[in-house]
């Protein structure tokens, strides 16, 4: 996979006035834990609490270059994702993979050559209830995100927009 080639600081600078909501900037709140510091894709999304039994399975799916944004409620009690889905999300094709809560495995999620950025490490991991949803939107920190909309992260951060640029 190639590197995109953008810049979030000029994504932002081209929709500053942008007052239809359709371009949203996230948080500053989220760490990199993957190889790639720069990715962008087209969203997916999972909405689940400390159960990442969907996690695993969007990402046991082609990725097709996607990014996959998991809201996690900014849970810092479980990690949603480790090693062993941070290499299916690298096998199986996918840009990237936002979590809002944490993640485990920090070496081996460092030798995925995937995009992977969550609030923070933790340990211990999560209980299998099968519970969540699918493509459907989230709120991360009072930001809209929809499945279908175009997430580009890079050094500065990460902005979401409706269409591609």
């Not at 600081?9 to 989220?30: I, T």
């Amino acid at each position: 996979m190639t590197t995109p080639e953008f810049s979030t600081c000029d994504l932002c600078d081209l929709h500053k006035n942008d007052a239809s909501g359709a371009f949203r900037v996230l948080a500053p709140v989220f760490r990199d834990f993957g190889a790639r510091r720069r990715f962008a894709g087209p969203v997916s999304t999972v909405k689940c609490f400390e159960d990442n039994s969907l996690v695993k399975a969007a990402l046991d799916e082609p990725g097709r270059q996607r990014v996959l944004v998991v809201d996690a409620g900014g849970s810092l009690r479980r990690a949603l994702v480790g090693g062993n889905l941070g290499s299916a999300a690298m096998r199986n094709g996918w840009a990237g993979v936002v979590v809002h809560g944490c993640v485990r495995d920090a070496a081996e999620l460092a030798q995925c050559e995937v995009g992977i950025r969550a609030l923070a490490l933790m340990p211990l991991p999560t209980e299998k209830r099968n519970t969540g949803e699918r493509d459907v939107p989230v709120q991360i920190d009072g930001v809209w995100v929809r499945p279908g909309d175009w997430l580009y992260a890079d050094e500065d951060g990460m902005v979401v927009m409706a269409e591609p640029a």
